[in-house]
């Protein structure tokens, strides 16, 4: 592991280097990628001890790819294996047994949860693992803090000379944004598809000049875990209000007029801000320019409806964002790098207006914690959340004040994810607080009648409902370094103690 | 006096599923808790529902709780219904 | 000035998270319920956690309801455990007579800590409470509004609840005029498709336009469309303003009649103008100047 930088403020940190060149290949004519045994696969490559393995996310808790692929090389016999998934799910659990027989030492990743989540943070591992921003990772892999030796990719849809697309196939998943870096940049590249279409491929997203092998097996994932159903706007009132509310708020920053640009989440009050945006959207008849980073189907209707001319889609959530992006050319695909890598000549996240982020935790320093529950456990992280935060005008997050008896507002977060300097406005369902940063915001919101609270008052207004929280105990071992999205390190998280 | 076994409240969120149960003499009020927030709020749980507890009179009392995030009032109220359920009586009105 | 009640939220009596969020949605009333909301063999402990959160919970700006049973069930062992906690407002379930009001009353007046501090409202929502809406608005000091209860009482009729109420009419109108006699105000029924918003803003038009002063409201959601339509809208307070302006032109003149564009303003007029510009004012609606 090359030294450990402490972070020091969003764009403090400068690139003074050239990107890792990339290890040049070569296919004679007349030779076949295609592969029926991954074995075979990994014994020609070949895959040895202490390798770098890498995956992307996108069959999300419908991946059968990554378990496969550590079944072969526990079956191998390899060991020492660093695995670079670029977000862990609970259908990944077999990987707590590859680490505990050996066969896995460590882990790169943007976000964890479920069991291998947890059984992180009761320290799994003798080293912590790497946990990085989704432009962070692009960097990390572009700038060779993440060398990858070979990347597999799960591919709903390849052609026999490994051209690959997300959008064809019965497990298609949309955009295949989080893999790009890593099909350009790995030493080898195997394509696992369930889907083999004759060459050449209709729609490209990855291209045969860097795939080496194309594995066919019977099925890559399993559809139901890949897309949700549709994608639903809550129905909880609270919820409901917190989202208007947030509504309210980026109308009042004026950024609301034509050209406007917007990133907000799949979750339920995400998609509830963006119902209400909609609404004053098609009131005031504003045509937007674009919406950023996982795509549902109601970024979809929105698109269709005219409100924006353009889905910039790195991630796609559900069925109707998998159509449109298969069918719409104004709903482009774009990789991580693209998205949100802070180290190029500028990524779509420092294009947006307005993005709208949620927390486990935020602080009285509006530092934001997606990372760890308030129990020290690791269930999440970062993402594209320090991507988008950082590059956008305005950074709202939205959340309860309350999540069960828990005060979300705290004095410190127990983990930092996103520093404080990049995040603007905190909407909670019982009162909004502007960064003090942002004189220029609070006055607009005060002008359009919002009342903004000191983000001190609402942390009291939470202690006054449920009491204050007596701190919880961590371990003294550092279980995950937390990088931020510049390759600083922001924060650790530690063990949590074994009383819990 | 905690005559019968008697339950109050949910295992929805926000809830606590209160059991109350008869105990020996001398055997004091004993709290088995299980909750969502047990290292942030275990110790003020218990406080609460002993101060219920006592309000009845009662010296000896099993009680199971099983909490869902309850705030304080919900604690409360959920003890409360238990104890009365089990046939408790309280000592004097506030 | 009597308390606004445009919108008053029913919230499940039993349910410590929608008890405990009741607050956030700006209703002018929360109505902590133990009637229909609260199965009968949790009517015991539905109690308890009403009476912790009037304790507890800080409503705001809104005024605390609760709905206790009815008279035949459980009223009395509400009141006992329910008045001491200080509620501002019970609301009454099935009241059919004056008699209803007149038993609470006494109830009340037993068990709640500060004599005469407790209003009641009687909902009125059967054939036999809506006949004898006249004697029941009329009936002791606590009573500050009649609310219609349309859907036990349509079912009472065997007549079919319809989007635009039609067959509620009369009761609404009873309702109204009832409680315009006694000078207490009348609150209409909810509107029970949570997800109609349309039909919801057109129900409540209408109620506003019969002369009800507010809704009951089974959703958060429905809500901010209700105030809406309750509030003044900008042409009214334009207008109020101006009648006012008259009258006091008129009087600066020492003229005795005053008009507005050519209509003489009588009192009936002033005295809705002064009306809309008090609401307004209350409401923030109205800056300065008046």
């Known amino acids: 592991m090359s030294e450990l930088i402490t972070f020091c403020g969003a764009f403090a940190k400068q690139p003074v280097q050239y990107r890792k060149a990339v290890r040049v290949k070569r296919m004679l004519p007349g030779i076949s990628k295609v592969e029926t045994s991954l074995e075979e696969v990994f014994n020609k490559i070949p895959i040895t001890n202490g390798m770098t393995l890498s995956f992307h996310h996108h069959l999300r808790n419908g991946d059968q790819v990554v378990n496969l692929v550590l079944a072969t090389a526990a079956k191998l016999g390899i060991r020492d294996l660093n695995i670079a998934l670029s977000s862990v799910f609970p259908v990944h659990a077999p990987l707590i047994d590859h680490v505990c027989n050996g066969v896995v030492t460590g882990l790169d990743t943007n976000y964890l949860s479920g069991p291998v989540a947890k059984a992180i943070s009761q320290g799994l591992l003798p080293q912590p693992i790497i946990m990085r921003t989704h432009g962070g990772r692009a960097r990390a892999i572009e700038c060779g803090q993440l060398p990858i030796d070979v990347a597999f990719i799960a591919a709903p849809c390849a052609d026999s000379y490994g051209n690959l697309n997300g959008v064809m196939g019965k497990n298609a998943c949309g955009s295949l944004g989080y893999a790009f870096p890593d099909a350009e940049y790995a030493d080898y590249v195997v394509a696992i598809t369930d889907c083999l279409e004759e060459y050449p491929l209709a729609q490209i997203s990855i291209s045969q000049t860097r795939v080496d092998y194309v594995v066919t097996i019977d099925s890559i994932g399993d559809a139901k875990g890949i897309v949700s159903g549709t994608t639903q706007v809550t129905k909880d009132p609270v919820g409901l209000k917190i989202a208007q509310m947030a509504a309210q708020v980026i109308q009042a920053t004026g950024l609301l007029q034509d050209g406007f640009s917007f990133q907000t989440g799949a979750g339920g009050v995400s998609l509830a801000v963006a119902h209400y945006v909609r609404k004053m959207m098609q009131a005031g008849n504003i045509t937007g320019s674009f919406a950023l980073g996982g795509i549902t189907g109601y970024m979809v209707d929105m698109l269709n409806d005219g409100c924006f001319q353009r889905l910039l889609d790195v991630q796609g959530f559900d069925m109707a964002a998998v159509r449109s992006l298969a069918a719409n050319i104004n709903h482009r695909e774009i990789g991580a790098d693209c998205y949100a890598n802070p180290f190029n000549s500028g990524c779509a996240v420092n294009q947006l207006d307005a993005v709208i982020l949620g927390a486990t935790e935020i602080d009285t320093s509006f530092n934001v914690n997606v990372t760890t529950g308030s129990d020290g456990i690791i269930m999440g992280g970062s993402g594209g959340h320090s991507d988008a935060a950082a590059g956008a005008k305005v950074t709202i997050i939205v959340t309860n004040l309350l999540r069960g008896r828990l005060p979300i507002i705290v004095e410190k977060v127990l983990t930092v994810t996103t520093p404080g300097e990049s995040v603007d406005v905190v909407v909670t369902e019982r009162g909004i607080a502007v960064n003090p940063r942002r004189s220029d915001l609070r006055q607009r919101l005060a002008d359009a009648g919002i009342t903004v609270m000191n983000i001190e008052d609402l942390k009291l207004m939470a202690e006054r409902i449920a009491g204050k929280p007596e701190q919880i105990v961590l371990a003294d071992k550092v279980v995950a370094l937390v990088e931020y999205r510049d390759g600083t390190i922001i924060d650790v998280v530690k063990q949590i103690s074994s009383a819990n | ?94 | ?290």
């Not at chain 3, 009141?79 to 001491?84: E, K, L, R």
């Not at chain 3, 003044?232 to 005053?258: C, F, M």
Request: glycine share 8%.
């Open chain 3, 1 to 290: 000035m009597k308390r606004l009640r445009r919108s008053m939220l029913f919230l499940p009596g039993n349910n410590p998270g929608m008890l405990q969020n009741g607050g956030i949605f700006a209703a002018d009333s929360v109505i902590l319920d133990l009637e229909d909301a609260v199965a009968p063999q949790e009517k015991d402990a539905a109690r308890f956690l009403v009476a912790e959160a009037l304790r507890s919970i800080d409503y705001g700006n809104s005024e605390k309801v609760v709905r206790i049973n009815p008279l035949e069930t459980f009223a009395e062992r509400d009141i006992a455990v329910i008045a001491p906690s200080r509620p501002d407002v019970i609301l009454i379930p099935k009241v059919q007579c004056s008699k209803d009001i007149e038993e609470i009353s006494k109830m009340v007046s037993r068990y709640e800590l500060l004599p005469g501090s407790i209003r009641l409202i009687a909902l009125l929502e059967t054939p036999q409470g809506i006949a004898q809406a006249h004697n029941i608005a009329g009936t002791g000091k606590r009573l500050s509004a009649l609310a219609l209860g349309a859907e036990d009482y349509t079912a009472s009729l065997g007549a079919t609840r319809s989007r635009y109420g039609e067959e509620i009419f009369f009761a609404r109108m009873m309702v109204i005029n009832a409680a315009a006699a006694a000078s207490i105000q009348s609150i209409d029924t909810p509107f029970t498709d949570v997800d109609d918003i349309d039909g919801l803003q057109q129900d409540t038009v209408l109620a506003k336009k019969l002369g009800f002063k507010g809704k009951l409201v089974i959703n958060p959601r429905q809500i901010d469309v209700i105030h809406e339509v309750f509030n003044p809208s900008n042409g009214e307070i334009s207008w109020a303003v101006r009648v006012l302006e008259a009258i006091r032109q008129a009087e600066a003149e020492g003229s005795g009649v005053a008009s507005l564009q050519g209509k003489m303003i009588d009192a009936p007029i002033v005295s809705r103008a002064e009306q809309i510009v008090h609401l307004a004012r209350r409401l923030g609606l109205l800056k300065e100047g008046f």
């Open chain 2, 1 to 94: 006096m905690v005559n019968k076994t008697a339950q109050a409240g949910t295992l929805e969120s926000n809830d606590i599923m209160i059991t109350v149960a008869p105990a020996r003499q001398c055997s004091g009020i004993v709290i088995d808790l299980e909750s969502i927030v047990l290292p942030q709020y275990g110790q003020t749980i218990r406080k609460v529902i002993l101060q219920a507890v006592q309000a009845y009179g009662i010296a000896n009392a099993y009680i199971k709780a099983i909490d869902r995030g309850a705030l304080d009032y919900t604690i409360r109220a959920r003890t409360e219904a238990a104890l009365q359920r089990s046939g408790a009586a309280k000592r004097a009105f506030r």
